[in-house]
């Protein structure tokens, strides 16, 4: 029994340790405690501001860069932030219009294109239109001008929010046939293929957006308003099987959605925390949530 001892308190201090590690604040993610299964506003007084609504988070692969979307007076813009030298840099607004809105950032695959939705038409100047999906591409350490994404993923209806699959393929929701549904664009060439609708263990007769999808294309994530559902927008996830079939969504449950409106789902590079925007802040919480749904 004596010789158990002084293992034990070996094993013991090796337990704290590792529990120590996981409790330390990232730089990274802007020095904030690590969450759990319970959601808390992400980097309040710093990204989570009180006086500004903000929404749509994502990072670069190497949580280097940081985007995001802020709504002022009903228009949004979107803005940036680096990690250099061991802190993140103040924000930059880096797309923004007098009248037109530029929201809901996502970096293409190879990190050389910002994708967003915007109202703006296509000459760049007029009266405000359907939201489309447009980009900017890095040029000599600057973005581009804005150049939309062309008709096999745009319509003359709405379309929201845009993510990626490791190969290229985007995930966005459109109203085109008069319902937000959820589709999927595989790239060829460069170029955006006929957008398919996802199937109905995803979408349904009702509203279903903003979804992210996971690089593999294992899962997705998304927001729809549902009978049953806690508020306007609540989180979903359905999970993609070896054969490619989509099955029945199920809901975040209470423990994520709220009774207002919870959207723009948003999974960090190292498949750590679930980003989502909900009462006007951005939220993170542990996959944990999502996992054990599978």
Same mark, same amino acid.
């Given at each position: 029994?004596?010789?158990?001892?002084?293992?034990?308190?070996?094993?013991?201090?090796?337990?704290?340790?590792?529990?120590?590690?996981?409790?330390?604040?990232?730089?990274?993610?802007?020095?904030?405690?690590?969450?759990?299964?319970?959601?808390?506003?992400?980097?309040?007084?710093?990204?989570?501001?009180?006086?500004?609504?903000?929404?749509?988070?994502?990072?670069?692969?190497?949580?280097?860069?940081?985007?995001?979307?802020?709504?002022?007076?009903?228009?949004?813009?979107?803005?940036?932030?680096?990690?250099?030298?061991?802190?993140?840099?103040?924000?930059?607004?880096?797309?923004?219009?007098?009248?037109?809105?530029?929201? /809901?950032? @996502?970096?293409? %695959? $190879? !990190?050389?294109?910002?994708? +967003?939705?915007?109202? &703006? =038409?296509?000459?760049?100047?007029?009266?405000?239109?359907?939201?489309?999906?447009?980009?900017?591409?890095?040029?000599?350490?600057?973005?581009?001008?804005?150049?939309?994404?062309?008709?096999?993923?745009?319509?003359?209806?709405?379309?929201?929010?845009?993510?990626?699959?490791?190969?290229?393929?985007?995930?966005?929701?459109?109203?085109?046939?008069?319902?937000?549904?959820?589709?999927?664009?595989?790239?060829?060439?460069?170029?955006?293929?006929?957008?398919?609708?996802?199937?109905?263990?995803?979408?349904?007769?009702?509203?279903?957006? /903003?979804? @992210?999808?996971? %690089? $593999? !294309?294992?899962?997705?994530? +998304?927001?729809?308003? &549902? =009978?049953?559902?806690?508020?306007?927008?609540?989180?979903?996830?359905?999970?993609?099987?070896?054969?490619?079939?989509?099955?029945?969504?199920?809901?975040?449950?209470?423990?994520?959605?709220?009774?207002?409106?919870?959207?723009?789902?948003?999974?960090?590079?190292?498949?750590?925390?679930?980003?989502?925007?909900?009462?006007?802040?951005?939220?993170?919480?542990?996959?944990?949530?999502?996992?054990?749904?599978?």
């Amino acid at each position: 029994m004596k010789k158990l001892i002084p293992s034990l308190v070996v094993a013991a201090l090796f337990i704290s340790m590792i529990e120590a590690y996981a409790q330390t604040p990232d730089p990274k993610y802007f020095n904030q405690p690590p969450v759990s299964s319970t959601p808390k506003v992400f980097a309040p007084g710093v990204v989570s501001l009180e006086n500004e609504f903000e929404f749509g988070a994502v990072f670069s692969k190497d949580r280097s860069e940081f985007y995001y979307g802020v709504e002022i007076n009903g228009k949004a813009e979107t803005r940036m932030m680096k990690f250099e030298n061991g802190k993140w840099t103040a924000p930059t607004t880096i797309l923004v219009h007098d009248v037109y809105s530029f929201n /809901d950032p @996502f970096l293409s %695959p $190879d !990190e050389t294109k910002l994708f +967003f939705i915007s109202d &703006r =038409p296509l000459s760049g100047q007029g009266p405000k239109k359907d939201y489309d999906i447009w980009y900017v591409e890095r040029q000599a350490g600057k973005w581009s001008q804005p150049k939309n994404a062309g008709p096999n993923v745009n319509t003359a209806e709405n379309q929201y929010y845009i993510s990626f699959t490791k190969t290229g393929t985007m995930y966005f929701s459109s109203n085109v046939n008069k319902n937000y549904d959820i589709y999927a664009s595989a790239q060829k060439e460069g170029k955006f293929q006929p957008a398919e609708k996802l199937s109905t263990n995803v979408n349904t007769t009702h509203y279903e957006a /903003d979804v @992210f999808v996971a %690089p $593999d !294309e294992s899962y997705v994530i +998304f927001s729809a308003n &549902r =009978p049953g559902g806690l508020g306007s927008g609540d989180l979903y996830v359905s999970f993609r099987d070896k054969e490619g079939r989509w099955s029945p969504s199920k809901s975040l449950g209470n423990a994520i959605n709220s009774e207002t409106d919870d959207f723009c789902p948003y999974v960090s590079p190292d498949g750590k925390y679930l980003f989502y925007a909900s009462r006007r802040d951005i939220y993170w919480v542990s996959m944990e949530v999502v996992h054990k749904l599978k």
